[in-house]
């Protein structure tokens, strides 16, 4: 069950962080308002905080980190800009969630 928490948390934590750049985004290049911005940092905070509740140690989980945001990324692209991913995109992302896996769950010797 810890290894559900930890994908789950890491979903989360991608959901902040590509929110929190997508947002002033809207407003630096859709002339959307610059109000965006009080949201956008909000969520990049939540971002930062959110990293900060994983057990292990740090460098570890930012890179374990990486792959489910390319993840998370690709689901942006699909979902939210209404780009349908490439078999490249989907394999790539598989590859990266994979690659967490590894780094995440692996038997260690403490």
Do not use: N, Q
């Not at 789950?8 to 630096?28: Q, V």
């Not at 991913?85 to 598989?94: E, V």
């Amino acid at each position: 069950m810890p290894e559900l928490k930890t994908v789950g948390l890491f979903l989360i934590t991608a959901l902040a962080e590509i929110l929190g750049c997508y947002l002033p985004y809207l407003w630096l290049r859709e002339g959307k308002t610059i109000w965006l911005l009080v949201p956008g940092a909000l969520s990049l905070a939540a971002f930062a905080w959110l990293l900060s509740l994983h057990p292990t140690a740090a460098g570890r989980v930012y890179a374990a980190y990486g792959g489910v945001y390319i993840f998370m990324a690709i689901l942006w692209l699909w979902i939210v800009d209404g780009i349908r991913p490439t078999a490249w995109d989907l394999l790539g992302s598989s590859i990266a969630l994979v690659g967490m896996a590894i780094i995440m769950f692996a038997p260690r010797t403490t």
